[in-house]
T-cell receptor, first 114, second 113 residues
Framework: AQSVSQHNHHVILSEAASLELGCNYS??????LFWYVQYPGQHLQLLLK??????LVKGIKGFEAEFIKSKFSFNLRKPSVQWSDTAEYFC????????????FGTGTRLKVLA | ETGVTQSPTHLIKTRGQQVTLRCSSQ?????VSWYQQALGQGPQFIFQ???????GRGNFPPRFSGLQFPNYSSELNVNALELDDSALYLC????????????FGPGTRLTVT
């Protein structure tokens, strides 16, 4: 069965530290990849997405992610985090082989210390 | 532009009862997806509706059913509620079934006692 794994459940960083959140998926077919963010008290919102083309994608607020097909990974990065990046981050995969499905990881809670 | 709205915000039901949750999609969107998010977990895909037809389904039993109306709003119905159905139910809309870029509502918190 398809699945998405986020290995870091809780991450604590100081401001200006670099961030990398891991995401691996298990699916052999064509996928679309996403990172969503949920700030405290707010809705889930899209951070960035990969459909095809350049495997390095840039999203909002200085985030980027790299799709490495051979590793089934789509890690999220930010060179220098801010206190306002404190949130929960979800990796997600969508597939269209067979019926449509959209699969989320369990999320990573990031806390940035001022 | 109106975002995705859901009603009610909170709901308490008893085991065995039935519940209907409602979602209004963002203006211009014809596709609605429903998710269940248990505490400490990521959203789990229940199903998607595109132009009033079910377009995909996750691993949920048939007692989870849905509808999409001509104005693209949607309902999620859950019959024979179980304690494990307690969760946040999220609705997300998109321009079409292939766009994959979804806009989420605030969710309905369902508690089953």
């Amino acid at each position: 069965a398809q699945s998405v794994s986020q290995h870091n459940h809780h991450v604590i960083l100081s401001e200006a530290a670099s961030l990398e959140l891991g995401c691996n998926y298990s699916y052999g077919g064509t996928v679309n990849l996403f990172w969503y963010v949920q700030y405290p008290g707010q809705h889930l919102q899209l951070l960035l997405k990969y459909f095809s083309g350049d495997p390095l994608v840039k999203g909002i607020k200085g985030f980027e992610a790299e799709f490495i097909k051979s590793k089934f990974s789509f890690n999220l990065r930010k060179p220098s985090v801010q206190w306002s990046d404190t949130a929960e981050y979800f990796c997600a995969v969508s597939t269209t082989s067979g019926t449509y499905k959209y699969i989320f990881g369990t999320g990573t809670r990031l806390k940035v210390l001022a | 532009e109106t975002g995705v709205t859901q009603s009610p915000t909170h709901l308490i039901k008893t085991r065995g009862q039935q519940v209907t949750l409602r979602c209004s999609s963002q203006s211009g969107h014809n596709t609605v997806s429903w998710y269940q998010q248990a505490l400490g977990q990521g959203p789990q895909f229940i199903f998607q509706y595109y132009r009033e037809e079910e377009n995909g389904r996750g691993n949920f039993p048939p007692r989870f059913s849905g509808l999409q109306f001509p104005n693209y709003s949607s309902e999620l119905n859950v019959n024979a509620l179980e304690l494990d159905d307690s969760a946040l139910y999220l609705c997300a809309s998109s321009w079409d079934s292939n766009s994959y870029e979804q806009y989420f509502g605030p969710g309905t918190r369902l508690t089953v006692t």
